[in-house]
Structures are given as structure tokens and as C-alpha cells.
């Protein structure tokens, strides 16, 4: 069997039910060997909210699931029953391609996909959602209680340079970007 990945369509919002239903319906309708495996492909994203430093799961692709399977032969029973038991899943769509025919993703599209999924674990993204000019107000350190605008965001490192006005000069400070808060 010669597996490949595709895109099938779902109702946003719901990928993990209807992954874990097409899972399940796929154990049930004796196929697994069709379809292996269907994944949510999503990125850990660390940001703030209400002050406090939380990591949570971001949707690469929003409303579509990738599914690992051998479709080459149409004429095959078993790939005919896959395709029937994908079909009759509730949320789920069709395959992403022409007339509705499975269209795979090529190695490098999928090795970029699962390498960003990956890489995400060991070290997760960091959502600041500030840009230069943003008002905001220093929630910790020396700087406490002091209010400037954002001047530069290093998303890589997780920093903000903040413009602050001290003795009627401004300064720029380099901060965590978990150490101001947008005002």
C-alpha cells in the first residue's frame, strides 16, 4: 500500500470531534488499513491572557483535517467502503481537489506541515499581539506602573522596546513581552 496525505474538508470549529468520530467510525467499519490515520494539524502558540502566560493549540489549516490513505485504486471494495464511511460522517465535507476527486500533497507540503507540528512542541510560538505604536502599560519590574508606547517586538526572542518618558526624556526599554499589557 502506497500511503498519502489529503486535505478533506470539515466544519470549522469541530475538527477534533469529527476527527476523533472518523476515527472511531473508521475502527468500526474494519478500514483502518485504508485510512491509518487523520490528524488536526495545529501549532502550540504561548500567549497572555488576563495577565497570565498560557500555551494553547492554534489550527493551521481551520476547517480541514489531513487524512493519511491508500486511494489509488477506485475500483478496490475496501477503498470504496473508506470513502462511503468518510462520506457519511457527520461535518465532514469531501476531499480537497478537482470534482471532487483526492488530490495528495506532495512529500515537501507534508514533511512542512508535520515539521511545523513537531517543532511547535519542543518549542512553541509566541503570540505578543502588539505592534509599534501601541500604547501600553508596564505591569512588572522596575518600570512598574509606567506607560509608553511599543517601538520595536521581537517575536523570536519574546521582547518589547518600550518608549518611555522618564525625567521628561524619552527612553527606550527592553522588556518580556509578558511584562506590559496593552492600555
Request: with cysteine; glycine share 8%.
Amino acid at each position: 500500500m502506497t500511503y498519502k496525505w489529503y486535505f478533506v474538508r470539515c466544519q470549522s470549529g469541530r475538527e477534533k470531534r469529527i476527527r476523533d468520530n472518523a476515527l472511531h467510525r473508521m475502527k468500526i467499519a474494519g478500514v483502518t488499513e485504508v485510512i491509518p490515520q487523520v490528524l488536526v494539524p495545529y501549532e502550540l502558540v504561548t500567549d497572555m491572557k488576563r495577565g497570565k502566560k498560557r500555551t494553547v493549540e492554534k489550527k493551521l489549516y481551520p476547517g480541514y483535517l489531513m487524512v493519511q490513505a491508500d486511494l489509488e485504486d477506485n475500483e478496490d471494495p475496501q477503498i470504496i467502503k473508506a470513502r462511503t464511511t468518510l462520506r457519511g460522517i457527520e461535518g465532514l465535507r469531501d476531499f480537497l481537489g478537482s470534482r471532487g476527486e483526492p488530490t495528495a500533497l506532495s512529500e515537501q507540503e507534508v514533511t512542512a506541515i508535520l515539521s511545523r507540528m513537531t517543532d511547535s512542541e519542543t518549542r512553541p510560538q509566541v503570540t505578543i499581539g502588539l505592534s509599534s505604536g501601541d500604547m501600553v502599560k508596564i505591569n512588572s519590574g522596575p518600570f512598574d506602573g509606567f506607560d509608553g508606547a511599543v517601538e520595536d517586538v521581537n517575536a523570536e526572542k519574546g521582547t518589547v522596546r518600550v518608549i518611555v518618558t522618564i525625567f521628561g526624556r524619552p527612553t527606550p526599554v527592553d522588556l518580556k513581552y509578558w511584562e506590559v499589557e496593552a492600555v
